[in-house]
């Protein structure tokens, strides 16, 4: 995204520009005067101080008629790029509109990814070329700082110590459409075998309006393998050709980016890849780590293991009219996609239970077709037999010397048979002898969501929850489509850090905490902690098509981060860990501890849960943010929600829970247009992070808590017009007022502030608009700015 610039800004006011630009040879005897340079009034007065019959002015001067308005609005935001062997070719294109009643000038301002990778730019509008300059990070400095100061507007500072492209000048008249578009290569960074795509994108966040269409694609070519394809900051759609391609597509409307977007991918001929980023803010602490690990891509030249799948599928009364059939849809789906030598079968229960055949069936087109022809016959009545259903299901399978899976669904609770959920947890966990993977679908706000946890944790598994105005055959054939062709089962993980000895406590608290199997076109994302830097081996242990087979990797982790590059790795792991502990209270009881970690990961990152929405209460007192007790207190009442087994409350919860514990990305890093639309006539005034949201339970829909905000890698919680930055929650204005100095906005101080900050801590200042204060720890002094 570019940042256009009235020219009221930059460098002088608008009208004022247009005059000097006619006349400015003829005027350097005179005086020019600046009299405002905001948006809304952009206008300036010559006073010619030389004139041989001097002018009065008139006394009193007469109101000036309003000033016509300047105000534009974003259509369509896209990036295109092309990667070859560690070089992009980057498209930038925007479309925008004139919306005021004047012809505007302006100038675009694109913050480079990083210094030293930028090469051949070019600039159009409406495919003409204009001229435009290529600014390294000292000289963009100066620009940025002084547009900050001019404009009184901090939107700009998180890109100072970046490079800048700069445009020149061009016209826009009222009512026009204007295209622009930026090409350039880039020379991408590589680290530990990661290739590391930067777009800058979240300068978006700095108009007023939803940008109506935002799309990006990249295409990925190498000469080597492309193993793992992985974006910290979007959810994108990747597909892969063949082994030596890829596409990455993301694609939005009426969307407000708020973060840049990165793609990481590594390449490699073994068969199994895998790479670590470390990170490490402080190495008096444990540091954080993120393993991709991932095989060949083309199922042709993929060993592909041989796999049972028992559907087992609930057709009681309450299955009646959409819901069978689209479990119909979803076991056809199933059927469809199996691969020669696979077994299957098929239990369908009510207050009764039967099959499609006595055993497992050997994957052909007559069994295919047979088994089709028996799902066409389902039909729905009857009450809900859950463990009989299971115990069926379980007695079919043979062994485990292949994977097993069990696809279980129900919309319901138990009502025939064993309907108590501690026993029918324990039931299944006894059956399943053969280590079976169980695949939980829950359907509907009426099923037992905390039963299908349970049930999934103790058998290798997952819960995935579908809700009512959901498609249930999709949900089930994504989900399939992921898992269909296993390459490495039964995965161990291990992690040798040198000088570290017993490998079992140099990493700790990886998520997921169970890896079962590896599959063709998936990845493994993992994440974790680490206590001691260094290089080490990775070693990824499983079965190959039956066979024990290790893979052994080289990675390294870092003795101390020298910037925020990497941060996204700590905050995802902390959205991990806070669904492993909400995992644990839901499935285990109560714990003081747990509740404590909860509210602290949660207070650090503004990863808001159900359970810590409180956090996001802008009347709150500013010392409750640092008030343990307190808080502590209400995350154990809100907590108690958990004790909903079912219902629209229960399945919200468990639906949560589930997304936090697979995280694959951090939070917020693009949302759809809301509070984040600050300022007025383009460039806002300043602002611009992140909302953080949450699930409400009882509606099971989602919200935003416009008073937390996400900066970069900090958080900032609104108290009435202060915001308190995440390292500063434990500073009280009242009690630690000696201890906190005070500073104005675009004072010379305040810029002393900005040329020492890192890009990150200028990123916090860049959120505070007119009218707020902010408190922040910069270097180990807490400043209030005003």
């Known amino acids: 995204m570019t940042t256009l610039w009235a020219n009221s800004h930059f460098p002088l006011a608008r009208a004022a520009r247009a005059m000097l630009a006619a006349v400015m040879p003829a005027l350097l005897p005179l005086v020019f005067v600046a009299l405002a340079s905001s948006l809304a009034m952009a206008q300036g007065v010559l006073v010619i101080v030389n004139h041989p019959h001097p002018i009065p002015l008139p006394r009193p001067m007469p109101t000036p008629p309003s000033p016509p308005t300047m105000s534009y609005k974003i259509k369509e935001l896209a990036y295109t790029a092309k990667v070859v062997d560690q070089i992009a070719q980057v498209q930038v294109t925007q479309s925008f509109v004139n919306t005021g009643s004047q012809q505007m000038e302006v100038s675009l301002v694109f913050p480079l990814p990083y210094d030293g990778a930028i090469d ?36 700009l500072l998180e890109w100072v110590g970046r490079g800048m492209f700069q445009t020149s000048v061009f016209p826009v008249p009222p009512g026009a459409e204007r295209k622009v578009t930026i090409r350039f290569s880039q ?35 190498s000469s080597i393998a492309i193993k793992s394809v992985y974006s910290p900051t979007h959810a994108v759609d990747v597909k892969r050709p063949d082994e030596k391609h890829a596409t990455v597509k993301f694609e939005a409307s009426n969307y407000l980016p708020t973060t840049d977007f990165r793609l990481l991918y590594d390449v490699g001929d073994a068969p199994l890849a895998a790479s670590v980023l470390s990170y490490r803010p402080d190495n008096s602490d444990e540091g954080f780590f993120l393993m991709l690990a991932s095989p060949n891509h083309s199922q042709g030249e993929v060993d592909l293991t041989k796999k049972t799948v028992i559907f087992v599928v609930d057709r009681s009364g309450s299955m009646q009219g959409k819901k069978i059939e689209q479990a119909r849809e979803a076991m056809r789906y199933v059927l469809n996609n199996l691969h020669e030598g696979d077994t299957f079968n098929i239990v369908a229960y009510d207050s009764t239970v039967e099959s499609f055949k006595p055993e497992l069936q050997k994957f052909d087109d007559a ?77 509907g706000y009426d099923v037992n969501s905390r039963l299908l946890d349970r049930m999934s944790r103790e058998n290798f598994g997952q819960s995935q929850y579908v809700r009512p105005d959901e498609n249930l055959e999709a949900s089930v054939s994504r989900l399939y489509s992921k898992m269909s062709s296993p390459v490495l089962t039964d995965v161990k993980v291990s992690i040798d850090i040198e000088g570290a000895g017993d490998s079992s406590s140099a990493v700790n608290r990886m998520y997921p905490k169970q890896v079962m199997d590896i599959f063709s076109g998936e990845q493994l994302v993992i994440a974790g902690r680490y206590k001691k830097s260094g290089n080490a081996k990775i070693t990824l242990s499983g079965k190959l098509k039956g066979e024990d087979k290790k893979f052994d990797f080289p990675a390294s982790f870092v003795e101390k981060s020298i910037d925020q590059t990497h941060g996204f790795v700590e905050k995802l792991w902390a959205m991990r860990r806070i669904g492993e502990i909400i995992d644990e209270i839901d499935l285990k009881g109560m714990n003081d501890e747990l509740v404590k970690e909860l509210v602290a990961l949660s207070t650090k990152h503004g990863i808001l849960t159900p359970y810590t929405s409180f956090l996001a209460d802008d009347q709150a007192k500013p010392s409750e943010l640092a008030d343990s007790r307190r808080n502590l207190d209400r995350a154990n009442l809100s907590l108690k929600q958990l004790d909903q087994a079912g219902g629209q409350s229960g399945f919200a919860q468990r639906a949560e829970k589930k997304q936090l514990q697979e995280a694959a990305g951090v939070p917020y890093a693009a949302g759809p247009a809301s509070a984040n639309a600050r300022g007025a006539d383009g460039l806002a005034l300043g602002g611009g992070g992140g909302a953080a949201r949450f699930r409400n339970v009882e509606t099971d829909e989602e919200v935003t808590a416009s008073a937390v905000q996400n900066a970069g890698n900090s958080t900032l919680y609104r108290r009435g017009k202060l915001w308190i930055a995440d390292n500063a929650t434990d500073v009280c204005e009242e009690k630690d007022a000696a201890k906190i100095k005070k500073i104005k906005r675009f004072s010379d101080e305040y810029f002393k502030l900005v040329s020492e900050n890192t890009a990150d801590e200028n990123a916090i200042l860049a959120t505070q608009q007119a009218g707020e204060e902010l408190l922040v720890k910069l270097r180990g002094q807490a400043y209030q700015i005003e």
């Not at 001229?131 to 400095?141: C, G, M, N, T, V």
């Not at 994108?201 to 990925?220: D, G, Q």
């Not at 009502?415 to 399943?432: D, H, P, R, S």
């Open 120 to 155: 051949r730019m070019t600039f159009l509008v409406d495919g003409k070329e204009y001229d435009a300059k290529l600014l390294e990070a000292k000289k963009a400095r100066e620009i940025y700082e002084g547009y900050v100061r001019r404009s009184q507007d901090p939107a």
């Open 187 to 221: 020379l991408l960074r590589q680290e530990h075998r990661l290739t590391d795509l930067l777009i800058p994108m979240a300068t978006a966040r700095y108009t007023n309006t939803p940008i109506e269409k935002v799309s990006l694609e990249a295409t990925i070519e």
């Open 367 to 443: 069994t295919r077709k047979s088994a089709l022809a028996y799902v066409d016959g389902l039909y729905a009545g009857g009450s809900t037999n859950i463990s009989g259903a299971l115990d069926s299901a379980f007695a079919m399978l043979t062994g485990s010397d292949r994977p097993n899976y069990i696809l279980f669904l129900t919309d319901g609770l138990p009502t025939a048979g064993e309907t108590n959920e501690g026993k029918i947890v324990e039931l299944a966990k006894q059956k399943n002898v053969h280590r079976a993977r169980m695949i939980n679908f829950g359907v």
